[in-house]
T-cell receptor, first 117, second 109 residues
Framework: DTGVSQDPRHKITKRGQNVTFRCDPISEHNRLYWYRQTLGQGPEFLTYFQNEAQLEKSRLLSDRFSAERPKGSFSTLEIQRTEQGDSAMYLC???????????????FGPGTRLTVL | KNEVEQSPQNLTAQEGEFITINCSYSVGISALHWLQQHPGGGIVSLFMLSSGKKKHGRLIATINIQEKHSSLHITASHPRDSAVYICAVRNQGAQKLVFGQGTRLTINP
């Protein structure tokens, strides 16, 4: 499968615990995006990377959230001291920046569903 | 900030009916996406367009840049089309997508 993958698909944790999610983009894609989707709503932008550089962060990304893409390939999103309000689907997407017919089209992973008890 | 509004929020139709889902946005954009999300969360990109019209199978997407409006049409709808359809826009000069709240479509046999 050459699509975007995310791990784990589901995570249940207790309030106050730390969690980390991983996203593996399509291999040649240089841009990687994180979104959060709460029940019944459309996704909301969290952050994006071009290669290993984090170029934009949303105000939604509080200081408990950190994202990395150390080698410009996979990315991790960590949430520290989880709160019940963090319960959501965390979606990753990737795109190729730099031309071609798929310029900037984002391809989404299956998401990680987080439940904070 | 771009506001993206979709209508209707929920739509139930019978198999075979012609379906239209609408999307309006408030600020000029560089591209608009139509996405499909099935239960379980996975999102599939259906169309990315910046002008005119695109067609793929039974799906047709149109956009009117002047009116800041796009429509997604499904011809000869089928129960497997049941999903949430999401409109998302990319503002000029930006990279992130701004999403509508989605339209939940149910096609009954």
């Amino acid at each position: 499968d050459t699509g975007v993958s995310q791990d784990p698909r589901h995570k249940i944790t207790k309030r106050g615990q730390n969690v980390t999610f991983r996203c593996d983009p399509i291999s040649e894609h240089n841009r990687l995006y994180w979104y959060r989707q709460t029940l019944g709503q459309g996704p909301e932008f969290l952050t994006y990377f071009q290669n290993e550089a984090q170029l934009e962060k949303s105000r939604l990304l509080s200081d408990r959230f950190s994202a990395e893409r150390p080698k410009g390939s996979f990315s991790t999103l960590e949430i520290q001291r989880t709160e019940q309000g963090d319960s959501a689907m965390y979606l990753c997407a990737s795109s190729l920046h730099g031309g071609g017919s798929s310029y900037n089209e984002q391809f989404f992973g299956p998401g990680t569903r987080l439940t904070v008890l | 900030k771009n506001e993206v509004e979709q209508s209707p929020q929920n739509l139930t139709a019978q198999e075979g009916e012609f379906i239209t889902i609408n999307c309006s946005y408030s600020v000029g954009i560089s591209a608009l996406h139509w996405l499909q999300q099935h239960p379980g969360g996975g999102i599939v990109s259906l169309f990315m367009l910046s002008s005119g019209k695109k067609k793929h199978g039974r799906l047709i997407a149109t956009i009117n840049i002047q009116e800041k409006h796009s429509s997604l049409h499904i011809t000869a709808s089928h129960p497997r089309d049941s999903a949430v359809y999401i409109c998302a826009v990319r503002n000029q000069g930006a990279q992130k997508l701004v999403f509508g709240q989605g339209t939940r479509l149910t096609i009954n046999p």
